[in-house]
Structures are given as C-alpha cells and as structure tokens.
C-alpha cells in the first residue's frame, strides 16, 4: 500500500473511529485535521468570492426628482414628467404619480384617450392606471409625492 | 486510491533527490501555481475594471475600497504577478546553475526563454492598465522605443498605440493584449513547456546506471509536496496582499504638464538606466532584445554539462553558462540598483 | 521523546501547519477588510457622480446657504479622488490643499458658466474680476514703489503680483496686460526691500502672523471669516455678512515707514468700535464707522470691474451723494422691474432686507444697485447693514439744512461738518 493509500484509509478509519467514539491513530487524525484546515479556508474564501460578485454600487442618478410649486399643477392637468418615466395627474382630491413603466415586463406605456396602452405584449390601463386587461397582472404603479415645506412637490422615484 | 487526471498529469514515479525543494526550489511550479491565481484573480477584477481613460482609476478605486474583499483581490493579483516575475527569473537561474537545459531539452528552453518575454509583456501591459500618474511616463517612454527601429518604428508604434500619441485606443489595446492575446499565448506555451517536460524524460538526471540514489517518490507524493507548496504559497500572498497595497495615484490628466514620476516598473529599471547612456535604439532595444537572444543561444554555443553530473548544482561542464549568467544577473542587479537610487 | 519524534513526523508528512498557516491568513485578510471607515456614499444632484468623502468628513459643518453638499458635494469645489477610502490617495489631486480658492485655482474650483466665471452681462464673472482687481495684482503699491525709485519713468502700472492680460479693456483707464514683479530683476535696493518687507497684503499673500492679521488666501480672504482666530482652526464656511474686522486683516494696519522701508504696526489699543475701526489718523463721519465698510464699498470696489487698474483711486468711487444726494439733485434711484436683477438676487443670498417687484433701490453712477436700501414712501431711505442685519434711516440732501458747495463732493468737504471727535 502506498503512503498516500494508507493515509486514505487511516483518515476513513480515523474518522468512522472518532464517530464511534473509539481512539484513532495519529497520522489519520493529523491528515483529517489538514484537510478540515483547508476545506475551511474554502469555505470562508468561498464567503469573500459571493461578497466580491454580489457588491451593488448603489444609485447614479437622483432617486428624488423637485417638480417645483404645487400651484403650476392646478386640478384637471396631466403632466410627463421624462426624467422620471411618470405622469403627474392632478385632480380636485390630490395629485397622482403614475409611473408609465408597464408593470408586466418594463416596457414604457402609451396614453390613449381612455388611458394607458403599453405597445410590448398589450396590456391595458385606465386613466387612472388601473389594469384593465393584458398580461399584466397589476394596476400601474403608484409613485411617491410629498409637499416640502416651501410648497413643492418632490417625487420618489424608487 | 485511484489516481485523478491531476495525478496522471504527472509521471508514475520521478527520482526522489531531484524532487527535493532543495533541489528544484519548487520555482517552476510555484510559477505555475501563481499563473494559476494570476488567472483568477484577472477574472474577478474584469467584473469591475473599465478600460477607459476615465473609467480606469475610478473603477479600480471602486474595486480597491468599496468591492467587499475588492482590494484583496487586487492585492493578490498585483503580489501574484510580481512573485511570477521572480520565480521564473529563479528558476532560469536553477536550470543554468543545474544544467539542466543539455539536449533533448534545448527546445524546451527555448520556450522557456519566450515564456520569458511574455511574462514581461504581461507585467508591463498590465501596469498600464492602471493608467494613473504613476505610469504614464513609462508608457510615453516605452511606447515611443519603438519608434526608434528602423524601417519599422511608425508602424510598430502605430500598430501598439492606435493613433500618433498614447490615448483611449492604447488603453483599448494593451487591455486587449493583457487579458486575451498575451494571456493565450502564455497559456498554449505553457502547457507545451509542461508537456515537453514529460517528453524530454522530466527532471534532467543523469542516465539510471549513474545515478547514486535509487529511490524514487510516487506521482501522490510529488502532487502532495505541490499542494504543500500551493497552501504555503497563498498564505504568503494572502499576507503581503493584506498589509503592502498594490500602488495607485490619481489619474492621468492630460493638462498637468508636469513629470512628477518618472521611475520604471521595477523590472524596467535597468533598462532606465541603460538609457541614459545615450542611443535609444541601441541600449533600449537593441541590448535588451540582444540579451534575450544570448539566453536562447546558451544550449547551442556554450559548452554543456556531462550527463553524470545532471541533476546536481553546478556542474563543472557548463561553468561558462553558470558564470556569464551570474555576470548577467549582476549586471542587471546593479543597474536596477542605480536606477532606483536616482 | 519518542512520542514528539513521531508528532513531528507526522505533522511533516500531512502538511498541516501549512493549512493552518493558510487559515490564519485567511482570517486575517478578512479581520483586516473590516477595519476600514465605513463607505458613506455622497451623489450630489449637480454632478451626478458618487463620492466618499463622508466616509471620514462627515461632521464638516454645511459651508453656506448657497453651496448645499447635496447639490455640490465636495469634489466640484475641492477636487480629490472621490472613491478614495484612503486619505493619501483621495487628497492628493485636490485643488489649492485646503484652500480651493487660492487665486492660482479659484477658476478650476469656484468656476463655470452657471458659477462664478460666467457672462459679465449677467453678474457671474466674479472670480475674473477678482484676478484682475487692485486687491489681488498690487499693482498700485507697486507702480508706485517703482516710479518713487526712478524704475519707471511714469505712475501707470506694469507689473503685478502675477503676470496677468486682460483683453476686454471697458473703463478708459483699464490696461492690457501686467508682468509678474520680480523682485530678483530690481537693482534698486529700495525695491527690493519693499519686497522683502511689504508684500503681506494681497490676496495671494500669506498673512503676517498674529491674530488680528489672521486671513486666508483668495476668495476665502473675505469671505471667510477669520479675524482674530486661531489659522490653524479646521474652517468650513463662506459667508457675505463680512464685518469691517475682516476687511482690518489687512487694512487700518499701521503706516508704511518708506525711508527705511518698513511697516510700523498700529500701536493704539482700541476699546470701542470707534476707535478701533480706523487707525487714530483722521475724523470720520459717524455712519463710516457705524456701518461695515460692504455697506458702502460696491462689489466693483471691492472685488474689481473687470479691468486692469493702476491705482484704487481709479476703481474707488463711493462718494457721500451717493446715498445723499446734493442740494440740487437727489440720490440716483432705480425701480425693480426684472425678476433676475441684481438687487433682487443679492437680496435672496443675503436675506437682510426683503426686497420685491417695483422697490426703488438707490444705485452707484456706474449703475451698481445698493441693493440693501430702499426708498420709503415718505421719500426718505432705509438701508440694512449686510453684515448686522441693523436697520437706519436716513435723507436725501436736498432740501435740508446743508450748508455744502454742490461743487465740492468729495468726502473730506463733509466732514468738516460731520466727522465725530475722537
């Protein structure tokens, strides 16, 4: 038996031995140790590589877009906002951000006279943007607004 | 134990004085081990690197400080590439100071001495990718010696630099150079280089009825010694990756007119020196490109060791060889030396 | 003994201290990633580009109202390496070292079309101004020298603190172009140790050690305010409040002795604003020394036309009328009609008077706007100090009990009534 042969089955023996509870020999126990050693620096290698492949810098571009006075958005106006992908949709209630990022696969929706159509698979919004047909299976989505304290409206696009 | 594809890269047995670190000093295969982690770790910083004029030092900034483990694995390519650089330079020294280049192996030598070169090119491409204040003036300096060759000079420059002065298209280039051609060339005449290895007998020994130690190691002993090497080999990068940062300065701003650093890679220094002799032909490629054509003819002109002595450290056949590659490697010392202190 | 042999063989032929040598290592590369600040991102809506320098910097105070860091972040002004965690590599392509408005880069850092180097027609082109002002070329303390000592046979300047061509010349006295002085080409040995001895005030000067003379280089030297501190203090803040104790860094100092080349420093101890404004040599009238001296010195004054001068009498021109008036005119009023005037501008940077649409703002004869006075509706002034925020009214000359020779306006006429006893 060769020395990497009879290390092999010491290290076996050694291991079923420690498992049973009985002695092992010395080289087995060493060997295994070793290659306990080794599979471990893997492993935590292993952690660093996942790290390193997974980093996210983090947004370029603003997540908060100013969209000045909430008096140049009076009731009854709908307004594209390009830098956002959105509309703004002001009514007597409020002001409405849609974004016109079709909620099925991303494609950019048209407006139509009765509401929104998105050109890509033909998924059908109301003016509002709630879903009427098409493989999208959610209403468009709703995008953050809030008054700052000098009266304009700062949109989120996240 | 069955042995794997690994195991049978190997021979079944090889003389054991000869597989001795004493012996070999593990140079080749620790040279093969960090080509391997030089492969690696090239891969992983492509994820992040920008071969742009802009994009270069901010990606590699972004690499080093923000990448978890980033820095890490720049440090270990940069510490990599400079421990190939001194194991191949070892073990050149090994198989002078052994003799083992005596036919059959001259060819393989050759390879050697090209794998050499490519080596080189490799480490200067990929300083250049930096492209940061620090390596600017090489470049400048290094690309304009090719100007300097006859008949051929415009046309060499133009073919490594893309238009008539360094810009966005060398960085294109030496990028393309560093990660694919360069990398394959290496690859195909290393693998060929291990090959020849095996062909031309292994290790060179002297013929069995001379030989004095009959005993042999098997192929799993010699993987295990490799292995053993490899771990020990990390470790040591690890270390140095972790507490001596690969260098980076600001990037190259094309307004700043002044030369703040003007020292060659470290492995260019005595060819700095060289050049403030005078032509720049002369001493920048002829005596260079000179030299590597000596190392190649060593095996053809000079006297080789006899096979009796194969296997043992300086022979008495090939003490030419042993001593004119002494006077080589003290030159280029000194003249590093010179260069490095100004 | 036996026992440790084989250990050792043993430990030999299985490589482990090698793979615990390699553990180690691996747990400290990663015990040694960790230590570092950790990455706080910065991306400034005007440039749109990451940067770090929060990482370490992150209880800078904000500079001023008008250069939020969330619109600018730090490296459109100060330059640096902004992905840089560490602080070598990430200060040292920075402008100026800590000062980005040194004069030698203040077009690199304050600049831009939107900034401080854009159209003249629109009052941006501050920092061209500012490199061709009196204040930052010297050249009339120069000029002067030299012709005193025979080294130019007339008073018109040729050279400045740096060489310097200006090639829109709009005033009649503006130049083309000045040289650098050099002290090293001068033969008279009265020149050169007025070089030696006298070029601590301009703005490119290091400043003459002592509180009372603490200052900045550059835009900071006004504009950031330093007088009686400590240099050394880490300063993070521009402002346009400037008090006449910034101005006194460099002016109301002492007296130039010329004969044996030296400055004498004040010696006065002043105990009150009165007497600690200007150096105990003449009477000033009472809203000289109540007021700071931006209250009345324009931004022309201060910060240059655009020309080359060869002396600050040439750019120097607030007189007493032009808040006053004489007895035969009143003072030169202009009605805010445009939404982008000046006056209006400068009113929002520095908030100390409300100014609107169809306020009526006294103006200079060479039609800057005193932007912070306004004229009442019962015809008398008001003005707001810029760096108090104090409120004082005031009258026209005409029609009151004036005693004055409407042909002679110069200030020392008025204070042979006017000026206050020291």
Known sequence: MSATQSRDSSEKQASIQVARGQGTTRRGFLSLMTKGMVYLSGLLGLRGLISFLVYDSGPTTQTRINLGASSNYPPGTRTLVAEANAILISQEGGVLALSLICPHLGCLVGETPDGFTCPCHGSRFDRSGGLIRGPARQSMVRLEIEVDRDGNLILSMA | MRPSFYHHLHPPTIPSPQARFRYTLGAGGISVYLTLVLLVTGILEMYYYVPTPEGATHSIQTLTFLVPYGGLVRNLHYWAAQGLMVSVLVHLLRVIWTGGYAPPRRFNYLLGVLLLVVIVLLDFTGYVLRWDEGVRWALVAGTNLLKTVPLLGNDLYILAVGGDQTGPATLVRFYAWHVFGLTLLLVVLAIWHLFRIRRDGGIAVPPPELRRDPRRITRFELARREGTAAIVASGVLILLATFIPAPLAQSIDPSNLATTETQAPWFFLWVQQLLKLGSPFLWGVLLPLGLIVILGLIPYILPLARPAELGTWFPQGNRSAQAMILILLLGILLLSLLAWLG | ?422
């Open chain 3, 1 to 422: 003994m036996v026992g440790l042999n084989s250990i050792a063989t043993g430990l030999r032929r299985t490589a482990l201290i090698p793979a615990v040598f390699l553990l180690l290592t691996i747990i400290l590369a990663g015990w040694h990633n960790n230590r570092r600040p950790r990455a706080i991102a910065l991306l400034p809506s005007l440039t749109n580009q990451p940067e770090y320098c929060l990482s370490c910097h992150q209880d800078l105070p904000e500079i001023s109202r008008s250069h939020p860091f969330q619109a600018f972040g730090c490296v459109l002004c100060h330059g640096g390496e902004r992905l840089s965690l560490e602080a070598d590599l990430a200060h040292r392509s920075m402008r100026g070292g800590r000062n980005p408005s040194d004069l030698t880069v203040a077009q690199d850092s304050c600049g831009g079309s939107n900034c401080h180097t854009g159209e003249a027609a629109q009052e941006r082109n501050h920092v061209q101004r500012v490199l061709t002002s009196v204040q930052a070329t010297y050249a009339g303390a120069i000029a002067n020298l030299r012709y005193s000592f025979g080294a130019q046979p007339d008073l018109t300047a040729r050279m400045g603190i740096f060489a310097i061509r200006d090639e829109h010349i709009q005033t009649p006295t503006g130049l083309p172009g000045l040289e650098a002085f050099a002290p090293e080409n001068e033969t008279n040995p009265g020149i050169q140790a007025f070089a030696q001895n006298c070029l601590n005030c301009h703005l490119s000067a290091e400043p003459l050690p002592g509180e009372e003379t603490s200052r900045l280089t550059g835009c900071a030297a006004c504009h950031s305010l330093t007088a009686g501190d400590d240099l050394d203090q880490p300063l993070h803040s521009l402002t346009l409040k400037i008090p006449y104790t910034q101005c006194n860094t460099c002016h109301n100092r002492g007296n130039y002795d010329l004969r044996n080349m030296h400055f004498v420093p004040r010696s006065d101890k002043p105990q009150d604003r009165l007497h600690d404004y200007y150096q105990p040599i003449a009477q000033f009238v009472r809203c000289e020394w109540t007021l700071d001296c931006i209250d009345c010195h324009t931004r022309y004054e201060i910060m240059g036309d655009g020309d080359l001068h060869s002396n600050q009498r040439e750019i120097r021109y607030i007189q007493c009328r032009t808040c006053h008036g004489t007895l035969d005119e009143l003072p030169l009023t202009r009605t805010i009609t445009d939404p982008e005037d000046l006056a209006l501008r400068m009113s929002f940077l520095n908030p100390v008077i409300d100014l609107g649409g169809g306020d009526t703002v006294l103006v200079s004869s060479r039609g800057e706007p005193l932007w912070n006075t306004r004229r009442l509706a019962d015809g008398s002034y008001e003005l707001f100090g810029k760096a108090s925020g104090q409120r004082f009214t005031f009258r026209a000359v005409k029609g009151s009990a004036c005693q004055q020779n409407t042909a002679e306006q110069e200030s020392r006429y008025c204070h042979e009534c006017h000026a206050v006893e020291r």
